[in-house]
């Protein structure tokens, strides 16, 4: 967006201040920022307050025993016990707690290592390479991120059932290998459309051609965009629930989602305590991955709005 | 450009249409069987239905058959009614089932109906299952087109029971035996005029609204002297039959004499007579001691249900079966694991009559029926409803679990009054319809 | 889109060709590269969209092959009172859920971009439901906070509204889960945030000299500055709930209940397709879905013509 142009509706005349006015603006700035700025962080902290209790609440749950939690607004545990944790490990059905786990990382990092691939060499055709097509292509790429997915998963399901795929992990990362996701080659599509074209020129001059370009000059450059893509892939994948819940049958190939709601199921329903210990554990990767890299995950969205 | 991608897409439509296309026969891969000899290392996948009662028994009795078979590991999980049978559909539709699981006749027909269900007929004939202490009508109970495609493993009839406690703080009596629907509607809405709270401060109840169980239905039109179902697996009674049942109970609704339901939903798995809140709740005889269990009592009574015109027309069914998934890969263990369920003794003395009295007779002897036992009155309840005669039990059509469920959903509905009787048998018909094709 | 390069032994006098004849390489090397997708495409999306298509018109149970019933599936749907029910819920969601979630995400996105201070941890802070919201950890945590006696039915016994879980009472689990959906506004959140940053400051203080208040300086300067962000997000956002398919499982136990108060449209889908496997049925709801999903898409493109502005060039 061109910073110098002004919309239609803006008002009709614009004046320059004088310094007079400026000055008086000012003074009126500083003493309204001291009351402006108490109004902020109070709001600022109460809405933080607010969003995070749902979450900090979970946490402090999992390490209360049950009685103490239902109608418990306060976050501290009395007796604060490991008890809950022990028995989300236990395992559910003689299926232990790290082979759900693992399945799960299995599956995300299966997922991360398609996209990564898949989504890049595709959005390297969108962004570099003309060639008939190519625009209609991109339409009906985007035109699947606007897609309700009810369409296609039943023909997916009768297809993989009858290729005897269900209850293997392949009907969830196959899409990920043939850049079903059509929003990570998007977010590298725009990635790439900001990289300066010299570098590619200099190296076709060279009698580069379009593999060497993408491998040695594309990825290295794109790597914020990669990493974004992975972070978001692997939480993506780590919270999938319908794909599993569809194509996941034997206990010991259960995701977490799916051995959660096994646990769930299977818990007397006032064990609270135990769900929410399971709950916490499933989600504990999302939060590293949260807590060490928001940065890349927060700008990866950003940036998605930022060209329309 | 496009037009490759075009038929290419077409292409691989044809293609899954055509595969859809390639009929439903099991290409089953577990057929090739364990030929790997006995000794070989097992994981046998087994599921059931019921409360944490049950599953504390399965799990002995699973400790116990490890024990003696140590190659064989048994993976055991379960759910609750509903949402077991939701389960296993989708392994179904994946031949995924389990190599040994609970079985319901209301679900038989389909699922051996479909080819699911593994032909236990060559193990019973080698005696790998040994049935020669079973009654051989009940085993036929367990037998479609001459498949034996599951055994039951034990039988139940229709009962009352009654919390002692409950009701004694509310001063009511219950009706002598021999009450009607409208003696028990009756004391419903005593209870509930008496107005008296538990120690929770929670109002206590007469009963939960019984219409909304399908078997009530069942049972009190064959009071009424009308089989359910026809010899060709349709429906015998129609919308009017279902809105006069319904009705029995309207007035109760209207009154809010009830247990009602948000509470009852928000309790699951446990309900308001297992949190002591009902005084009363008719169910399964074989229920006595999973509810014994949950509610915490010992002196849970058991009781004749309402009579009809011509008695209680109680009939015994088979309260369970076990049957195998038919794409298992270890039939022979799967086979070893449902004999020793249906006939080891020491497997009657740890369920008791807790999944309905054993058919075995070898089991139905070790069962610890000492006085004053949950086993001893649920066995004596049975002699009572024999003596005083039951006639033969309505068979399961196609699709009863489905009816059924959905019964128990409309149910659910007309307790949160967003549906009249008149509604719910126009839905449910329109539901049953489908289902029972 | 590049050009194609004058060979470098040509005469001055002869200028650089711009052809829109593709080198041969080019297309080789675009299609090469593109491979992965156009398998994807063919073999996940559309070649299934054809297939669901034809399966609308038929009754297909997975293990006999499809019968052709023409128009019945679509005309049972509309007397299917589950259905219909399914289309309302679904319907009073996304109406309600998605403008006041993306009410909340512009709201914080303006109160954050007052200060520059704290901005990136409140940005995070604010992210996180979004990231966690849609898991089944989280719906299982709603549904703990929310049932009788429970946090919520505590808080508002103290404000003073009736008691009583909002879990098991069929009028208030839309509430419920219409909060859970407002909850994780962090992402359109931070997409607005961007939007915000891109807006001049120097057309607010010209506003200001102008004596515009604050009331003006939105409706005549942010709004339209913010509209492609606010097109994106709504577009997104609305498409989005009609898919919410986890929270309203686990909530629901798996039941759309209670009295199919959260039996949504993908909900509903699964329970035909996938567990009574009346596959013709579920195809036919997914391709009205489809259409009225496409039908809103293609509203909301017709319509930004009018209010979304976009300033400099174009896309």
Redesign the interface.
Same mark, same amino acid.
């Given at each position: 967006?061109?910073?110098?142009?002004?919309?239609? !509706?803006?008002?009709a *005349?614009?004046?320059?201040?004088t310094v007079e006015?400026s000055a008086g603006?000012r003074r009126q700035a500083r003493s309204r920022s001291l009351g402006?700025?108490i109004v902020?962080?109070v709001?600022?902290v109460v809405?933080?307050v607010v969003?995070?209790y749902?979450?900090v609440?979970?946490l402090m749950?999992a390490f209360k025993p049950t009685h103490d939690?239902? #109608? !418990?607004?306060s976050l501290v545990p009395h007796d604060a016990s490991l008890a809950n944790f022990a028995k989300a490990l236990g395992g559910?059905?003689?299926?232990s707690f790290w082979t759900f786990f693992t399945n799960s990382l299995v599956l995300a990092v299966g997922s991360v290592v398609g996209i990564t691939?898949?989504c890049s060499?595709?959005a390297? &055709?969108?962004a570099r390479?003309?060639?008939? #097509?190519?625009n +209609?292509?991109f339409v009906?790429?985007i035109g699947?991120?606007?897609?309700?997915?009810?369409?296609?998963? %039943?023909?997916?399901?009768?297809?993989f !059932?009858?290729?005897?795929l +269900?209850?293997t992990f392949v009907p969830l990362l196959?899409?990920k290998?043939?850049?079903?996701e059509a929003f990570f080659?998007f977010l590298m599509v725009q990635f790439m459309r900001n990289l300066p074209r010299e570098l590619d020129e200099a190296a076709r001059i060279d009698g580069a051609?379009?593999?060497r370009i993408?491998a040695s000059i594309m990825l290295p450059l794109m790597k914020p965009a990669l990493v974004s893509s992975s972070i978001f892939a692997f %939480?993506w994948s780590w919270?999938d629930?319908?794909g599993p819940?569809?194509?996941l *049958? *034997?206990?010991?190939l259960y995701s977490l989602?799916i051995a959660?709601?096994?646990f +769930?199921? =299977?818990t007397?329903?006032s064990d609270?305590g135990a =769900?929410?210990a399971m &709950?916490?554990l499933?989600?504990v990767p999302?939060?590293l991955f949260?807590f060490v890299f =928001?940065r890349y995950?927060?700008e990866g969205? &950003?940036? =998605?709005?930022?060209?329309? | 450009m496009k037009r490759p991608v075009l038929s290419a897409a077409a292409a691989a439509a044809a293609l899954t249409l055509g595969l859809a296309a390639c009929g439903g026969s099991s290409d089953a891969p577990g057929t090739t069987g364990s030929a790997a000899g006995d000794d070989a290392p097992v994981t046998l996948t087994f599921t059931w239905w019921g409360n944490d009662d049950r599953a504390e028994r399965y799990n002995q009795a699973i400790d116990l058959f490890e024990e003696q078979n140590p190659h064989i590991t048994i993976q055991g999980q379960f759910q609750d009614f509903s949402n077991y049978w939701t389960a296993r559909a989708t392994e179904a539709a994946g031949r995924s089932l389990p190599d040994v699981m609970q079985f319901d006749s209301a679900y038989l027909r389909e699922y051996a109906g479909n080819s699911h269900l593994l032909d236990l007929g060559p193990y019973v004939e080698s005696g790998a299952i040994d049935l020669a202490n079973f009654d051989e009508g009940l085993v036929a109970a367990g037998s479609l087109n001459d498949v034996q495609v599951a055994i039951p493993t034990s039988t139940n009839t229709l009962a009352m029971f009654v919390n002692p406690d409950v009701l004694a703080a509310t001063g009511v009596e219950f009706p002598d035996d021999g009450y009607t629907w409208e003696d028990l509607n009756r004391f419903v809405q005593d209870v509930s005029d008496a107005d008296v709270p538990t120690d929770d401060g929670y109002k206590i109840y007469g009963s939960g609204d019984y219409v909304a169980t399908f078997w009530f239905f069942l049972q009190h039109l064959v009071q009424q002297g009308t089989e359910p179902f026809t010899d060709d697996g349709g429906l015998n009674f129609d919308e009017d039959d279902v809105v006069d049942w319904l009705n029995l109970t309207a007035d109760l609704r209207a009154a809010d004499a009830v247990y009602p339901i948000a509470r009852a939903l928000a309790l699951a798995p446990l309900g308001g007579f297992t949190v002591n809140e009902v005084a009363s709740e008719q169910s399964w005889d074989n229920f006595l001691a999973g509810y014994s269990a949950d509610s915490g009592k010992d002196n849970l009574e058991i009781r004749p249900i309402p009579a009809g015109p011509d008695g209680t027309s109680n009939f015994f069914r088979p309260s369970m079966l076990l049957a195998s998934g038919a794409n298992t890969d270890h039939p022979e263990a799967a086979a070893r694991f449902i004999d020793f369920l249906l006939t080891d003794p020491e497997v009657g003395a740890i369920f008791g009559t807790s999944k309905g009295v054993p058919a075995d007779s070898g089991q139905r002897a070790a069962v610890d029926a000492e006085d004053g036992s949950v086993d001893a009155a649920v066995i004596a309840y049975e002699e009572l409803v024999a003596g005083t005669g039951t006639v033969a039990p309505p068979i399961p059509v196609k699709g009863f679990g489905t009816i059924e469920a959905t019964w128990k959903s409309l149910g659910e509905e007309l307790s949160y009054k967003t549906i009249t009787p008149e509604q719910f048998a126009q839905q449910w018909f329109a539901e049953a319809e489908l289902a029972v094709r | 889109m590049t050009l194609t390069a004058a060979p470098p032994t040509a005469g001055p006098s002869t200028p650089p060709v711009r052809t829109r004849r593709h080198k041969g390489s080019e297309v080789r090397a675009g299609y090469a590269f593109l491979t992965p997708w156009l398998l994807g495409f063919v073999l996940l999306t559309a070649g299934p969209m054809i297939a669901s298509l034809y399966l609308a018109f038929t009754d297909y149970n997975l293990f006999a092959p499809p019968q052709w019933v023409g128009l019945d599936n679509f005309r049972m749907l509309f007397q299917d009172p589950n259905y219909l029910k399914a289309w309302q819920v679904t319907g009073i969601y996304v109406l309600f859920g998605t403008p006041v979630k993306l009410a909340s995400a512009l709201a914080v996105a303006m109160l954050l971009n007052a200060r520059h201070r704290g901005q990136g941890f409140y940005r995070s802070a604010f992210y996180l439901p979004s990231l966690v919201g849609a898991s089944v950890s989280i719906a299982i945590v709603w549904k703990a906070m929310f049932i009788d006696n429970g946090i919520v039915d505590r808080m508002q016994q103290a404000v003073g509204i009736e008691g009583g879980g909002w879990v098991g009472d069929p009028s208030r689990t839309m509430p419920m889960l219409v909060l859970l959906t407002v909850w994780q506004f962090g992402a359109p959140m931070v997409i607005f945030l961007a939007g915000l940053k891109q807006v001049p400051l120097e057309l607010y203080e010209a506003a200001s000299v102008d004596g515009a208040g604050p009331v003006r300086k939105f409706w005549r300067i942010t709004l339209p500055m913010l509209s492609p962000v606010l097109f994106f997000n709504l577009l997104l956002e609305t498409i989005h709930a009609f898919q919410i398919f986890a929270s309203a499982f686990i909530i629901s136990n798996g039941t759309g209940g209670p009295a199919r108060s959260t039996l949504f449209y993908t909900l509903y889908l699964y329970f035909r397709g996938f567990q009574d496997f009346r596959m013709g049925y579920a195809s036919a709801m997914a391709w009205v879905l489809v259409l009225v999903v496409g039908g809103i898409t293609a509203f909301f493109f017709r319509s930004s013509r009018l209010w979304v502005h976009y300033s400099g060039e174009g896309k």
């Open positions: 967006m061109s910073p110098t142009s002004v919309p239609a !509706n803006a008002p *005349k614009l004046h320059r201040p006015q603006l402006r700025s902020f962080h709001a600022t809405l933080t969003i995070l749902p979450a609440w979970m749950s939690i239902v #109608g !418990n607004v559910i059905g003689g299926v691939i898949s060499v595709s390297y &055709a969108f390479i003309d060639f008939p #097509g190519r +209609v292509f009906l790429m699947t991120l606007l897609l309700p997915f009810h369409v296609v998963i %039943i023909p997916q399901y009768i297809v !059932n009858r290729l005897g +269900v209850d196959l899409g290998f043939l850049a079903a080659v051609g379009h593999v993408f %939480i919270n629930f319908f819940l569809l194509y *049958k *034997k206990p010991d989602p959660l709601r096994m +769930v199921d =299977q007397s329903v609270y =769900q929410m &709950a916490v499933a989600l999302v939060m949260f =928001q995950l927060v969205v &950003a940036t =998605q709005g930022l060209k329309g | - | -």
